[in-house]
């Protein structure tokens, strides 16, 4: 089947009826874009538009199958050969449907696996799945480890405000903390956090702020026994050197997130947090 043969063919005989493409597009109900596809020998017909577009143009299927008009004597053996190139068409059409449904289906097999893969190694690492097409929502077992390194680190920072000296009799240090990064070395932990640590005392029923500080601190974490206790902590100087005291604290993942501890309001929710612990504390 000669599709530039029957291009050619169909141009001609629309204009031998005086048709644009368009007026020959809309009575065939396709686009004038799709005529033009045909005519340009890049595309043929769909099947149930080729009786359609042979009673426009005046032609037998045979006619146009063959991309000329035929005569009596070259009509029974254009016939046969039409119908085999046609069946060989179809069958060609067939099998590259058959490669882009294999492909397709391959394309979608792979990324379901690539999705599982990533949520079996996201619950091997203790960590919530991503996606929930396998028919369940994995959720980690909740680690109670960290939660005591966690109150272990606010405990020691409130004993140690409540042992500095007080200026009211019933002053009590309250502390907030954003925890950034946990890390586990072989002895101990590492704990990266951003602390804000403010005293409160009542006086004539009235709650009073005494002082506040707001600082990045590295604590160091040992686990004794059934608990875990705080052997010290670092956090940059304020002055000249803050900037290199923070690098040669903290890793870049952390000063990256410790950037935005303004903007993005973590001071600000720790203040609330601190806020609510006042009040219970001093029934208010």
Not at 93 to 116: D, M, N
Not at 131 to 139: A, D, E, K
Not at 181 to 195: G, H, P
Not at 259 to 266: A, I
């Amino acid at each position: 089947m000669n599709q530039e043969k029957i291009g050619k063919f169909i141009l001609e005989l629309r204009k031998e009826k005086n048709m644009t493409q368009q007026e020959l597009a809309d009575a065939l109900n396709v686009t004038d874009r799709a005529i033009s596809k045909w005519e340009n020998g890049r595309g043929m017909p769909d099947y149930s538009l080729i009786k359609p577009l042979c009673e426009q143009l005046g032609i037998t299927v045979n006619d146009l199958l063959s991309g000329e008009r035929l005569n009596k004597r070259d009509y029974q053996e254009k016939f046969e050969k039409n119908i085999m190139n046609t069946l060989g068409y179809s069958f060609k059409k067939i099998k590259k449907a058959k490669y882009v449904l294999v492909i397709f289906i391959g394309v979608v097999l792979l990324s379901l696996l690539t999705l599982f893969g990533i949520d079996v190694y996201r619950m091997k690492n203790n960590k919530p799945v991503f996606f929930s097409t396998w028919g369940f929502l994995y959720t980690p077992a909740l680690n109670i480890e960290d939660d005591k390194i966690y109150w272990a680190v606010k405990n020691y920072l409130v004993r140690e405000g409540d042992e500095e000296v007080k200026h009211h009799d019933n002053e009590k240090t309250f502390v907030g903390m954003r925890v950034y990064l946990l890390q586990e070395k072989k002895d101990f932990y590492y704990v990266y956090s951003w602390i804000l640590k403010e005293k409160y005392y009542l006086e004539n029923e009235e709650i009073k702020q005494d002082s506040a500080v707001s600082i990045p601190c590295r604590f160091v974490v040992e686990k004794t026994r059934n608990s875990y206790e705080v052997v010290g902590y670092t956090s940059p100087k304020d002055g000249t050197y803050y900037e290199e005291d923070m690098k040669r604290i903290f890793p870049r993942s952390v000063l990256s997130d410790m950037d935005n501890v303004y903007s993005e309001g973590v001071v600000e929710k720790l203040q609330m947090e601190i806020l609510e612990q006042v009040k219970l504390y001093y029934h208010k």
